[in-house]
């Protein structure tokens, strides 16, 4: 069957492949074999440059200029003719390095030093810090800016509900009043939190070797630094040197990552089950698109479907990274292989993580408050106003405040009638009985608007 949109396995590539195509030059197999090649030209520029490697001779400022448009300049058809010579080494890295010595074939310079292209080198040093690069690259290009998006949006939210009043809920009942924008605003600041972790994350590679000790590059210039070289190459590429490793990178930063961003995940699913209880309660409306059906049977119906499908989402795509970050860390003495079949699935957890976004975004943009709503849900519980009163009640010693207040209140609603009547009888002085006299639900969100505007 030929693959197409519709026989897709996987819906990042089927359903939902133009939401995803960003990307696609960081985590599909083109993007793996780039980054690939792009280090492989590097560790052959840093060789040459290297005065200790005479051997290998500096390059004319035309052959740089040469190695450096084919980084530029991979292409899907570069990539093809790898994975034909791989069809014969049966070995993907080797087949890059093969593809190389073919690309620069009619360029002297590279011929004379053709044998440095991999040297020193186990497959795993050129792949641990082409993933590293793949995931710098994705979070920085996509992640961030999409992630950036959603959290923007809820700080304009807050600002512009800052002073909505909001009956709260607390284990499903009537609690102490906020406001709109300030239920917003704490969603945008646990996000900002979130952000700043994984943007902070150090991506970390290692370039030593078979099993991490230089043994290759010793063996062939023993009087070398070569640790202290190999440091300034990965710290060239931007990232962080590891000096302590078996043949693999132990993936320690990734699995960091992974878990960062699963945990800005887990705030949106969060927050998505919040905004649709929102909706389901009448607070917030949803925007109508012409043309769209809400149900096949219910023609009334504006389904949330926005902050449903990012739910799923998120919730895939923190299964997807939390196996990475269970596993990734561990490999069987120096070296297994089992990692470098779930680093080919790093696509899948940022895909759906990234699907998880824009689902969340266009919810978020179709939200519209009802504060007729919000204030008819505040007029019918008057029963909030029992803590500020018991609250005052205590100032001025008065007895058993709670006890009193919880008598009048709990369980059984309570009309404003019945609470101002109520307030009329206590000893406190005139001033602080008319503040709570004059206290409604709707007035009752302390600190609640000028927190929302901070935000």
């Given at each position: 069957?030929?693959?197409?949109?519709?026989?897709?396995?996987?819906?990042?590539?089927?359903?939902?492949?133009?939401?995803?195509?960003?990307?696609?030059?960081?985590?599909?197999?083109?993007?793996?074999?780039?980054?690939?090649?792009?280090?492989?030209?590097?560790?052959l520029k840093a060789l040459a440059a290297e005065p200790h490697i005479a051997e290998a001779a500096a390059f004319s400022p035309a052959t740089i200029a040469e190695l450096d448009a084919v980084i530029a300049n991979f292409s899907v058809a570069d990539a093809e003719a790898v994975k034909e010579i791989e069809a014969?080494?049966?070995?993907?890295?080797?087949?890059?390095?093969?593809?190389?010595?073919?690309?620069?074939?009619?360029?002297?310079?590279?011929?004379?030093?053709?044998?440095?292209?991999?040297?020193?080198?186990?497959?795993?040093?050129?792949?641990?810090?082409?993933?590293?690069?793949?995931?710098?690259?994705?979070?920085?290009?996509?992640?961030?800016?999409?992630?950036?998006?959603?959290?923007?949006?809820?700080?304009?939210?807050?600002?512009?509900?800052?002073?909505?009043?909001?009956?709260?809920?607390?284990?499903?009942?009537?609690?102490?009043?906020?406001?709109?924008?300030?239920?917003?605003?704490?969603?945008?600041?646990?996000?900002?939190?979130?952000?700043?972790?994984?943007?902070?994350?150090?991506?970390?590679?290692?370039?030593?070797?078979?099993?991490?000790?230089?043994?290759?590059?010793?063996?062939?210039?023993?009087?070398?630094?070569?640790?202290?070289?190999?440091?300034?190459?990965?710290?060239?590429?931007?990232?962080?040197?590891?000096?302590?490793?078996?043949?693999?990178?132990?993936?320690?930063?990734?699995?960091?990552?992974?878990?960062?961003?699963?945990?800005?995940?887990?705030?949106?699913?969060?927050?998505?089950?919040?905004?649709?209880?929102?909706?389901?309660?009448?607070?917030?409306?949803?925007?109508?698109?012409?043309?769209?059906?809400?149900?096949?049977?219910?023609?009334?119906?504006?389904?949330?479907?926005?902050?449903?499908?990012?739910?799923?989402?998120?919730?895939?795509?923190?299964?997807?990274?939390?196996?990475?970050?269970?596993?990734?860390?561990?490999?069987?003495?120096?070296?297994?292989?089992?990692?470098?079949?779930?680093?080919?699935?790093?696509?899948?957890?940022?895909?759906?993580?990234?699907?998880?976004?824009?689902?969340?975004?266009?919810?978020?943009n179709k939200l519209e408050a009802d504060p007729a709503k919000l204030a008819a849900d505040l007029d019918a519980a008057w029963e909030v106003l029992a803590e500020p009163i018991q609250t005052v009640m205590r100032r001025y010693a008065v007895p058993n405040p709670y006890e009193q207040l919880k008598a009048l209140t709990r369980g059984t609603g309570i009309t404003k009638?019945?609470?101002?009547?109520?307030?009329?009888?206590?000893?406190?002085?005139?001033?602080?009985?008319?503040?709570?006299?004059?206290?409604?639900?709707?007035?009752?969100?302390?600190?609640?608007?000028?927190?929302?505007?901070?935000?």
């Amino acid at each position: 069957m030929t693959t197409t949109p519709l026989t897709a396995l996987s819906p990042l590539d089927g359903r939902y492949a133009g939401k995803v195509d960003g990307l696609r030059p960081h985590f599909s197999e083109f993007g793996l074999i780039r980054n690939r090649v792009r280090v492989e030209i590097e560790w052959l520029k840093a060789l040459a440059a290297e005065p200790h490697i005479a051997e290998a001779a500096a390059f004319s400022p035309a052959t740089i200029a040469e190695l450096d448009a084919v980084i530029a300049n991979f292409s899907v058809a570069d990539a093809e003719a790898v994975k034909e010579i791989e069809a014969t080494t049966n070995h993907d890295v080797k087949a890059m390095e093969y593809w190389l010595k073919k690309r620069f074939a009619d360029n002297a310079e590279v011929m004379k030093v053709t044998e440095f292209i991999h040297f020193g080198c186990t497959s795993e040093d050129i792949n641990n810090v082409s993933h590293a690069l793949m995931l710098a690259e994705a979070r920085e290009a996509v992640l961030l800016p999409a992630f950036d998006k959603v959290v923007d949006r809820f700080v304009a939210l807050a600002h512009q509900h800052a002073e909505l009043p909001m009956l709260s809920r607390t284990h499903g009942q009537t609690a102490s009043p906020t406001t709109l924008g300030k239920e917003m605003a704490n969603i945008a600041y646990r996000l900002r939190r979130a952000r700043k972790a994984f943007a902070a994350v150090e991506m970390t590679a290692k370039f030593n070797g078979a099993v991490g000790n230089y043994n290759a590059h010793l063996s062939a210039y023993p009087d070398f630094d070569w640790a202290a070289f190999n440091q300034r190459f990965i710290e060239s590429l931007g990232l962080v040197f590891n000096p302590y490793t078996i043949q693999i990178e132990p993936h320690d930063s990734m699995a960091e990552l992974f878990d960062a961003i699963g945990r800005g995940n887990t705030m949106l699913i969060d927050a998505c089950r919040d905004i649709w209880m929102y909706i389901s309660l009448g607070y917030f409306k949803q925007k109508l698109k012409a043309g769209e059906v809400g149900s096949s049977t219910m023609p009334h119906k504006v389904n949330p479907i926005d902050f449903e499908n990012a739910e799923g989402n998120f919730g895939v795509a923190n299964a997807v990274l939390r196996h990475f970050s269970e596993k990734l860390p561990i490999s069987r003495m120096q070296r297994d292989l089992t990692d470098s079949t779930v680093l080919r699935n790093m696509g899948i957890g940022i895909g759906h993580t990234v699907l998880g976004l824009e689902s969340c975004l266009r919810g978020l943009n179709k939200l519209e408050a009802d504060p007729a709503k919000l204030a008819a849900d505040l007029d019918a519980a008057w029963e909030v106003l029992a803590e500020p009163i018991q609250t005052v009640m205590r100032r001025y010693a008065v007895p058993n405040p709670y006890e009193q207040l919880k008598a009048l209140t709990r369980g059984t609603g309570i009309t404003k009638a019945a609470l101002q009547d109520f307030v009329k009888t206590l000893a406190i002085p005139e001033a602080d009985k008319q503040r709570l006299l004059d206290m409604t639900p709707g007035s009752y969100i302390g600190e609640a608007a000028a927190l929302a505007k901070k935000i």
